[in-house]
């Protein structure tokens, strides 16, 4: 994954992908110079808003990433322990045990997913209150 360096923004310090454009946190364009206008909101602390995408946010919360793909991996285990080990004592397939598996693994990707959103949001919060 190319999103994973980072370089550091001219004009307000934030970490930022290696590939972006733009600071998403204080709107800075790469490759130019820190503009006067840029150093006095820097300084006074205010920022212009920043362009706060799913994809930025994403991009600077590798926890909440990993969490979420962990989840979708607990669905894929599930559903396929679901059809190997969803059998009766005399080895027959059952379609209730099947559900038991895809059930649990159901309530437990789910909660990874909400445990990912969550950190999602605080990460968000956290960024904003800076
Ligand atoms: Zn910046």
Redesign the pocket.
Known sequence: MAGLERKK?E????W?ANDAAK?W????VFGEGVSEEEKENVAKGQ?LAPEATEENALENNIVATILKALAYVVYAVAFLAGILLGKDLKGDPSFILMLVYWIAGLFAGTMLLGFSEVIRLLHEINRKTK
């Open positions: 923004c004009a307000c310090g934030t930022c600071c946190n204080c709107g800075h920022i």
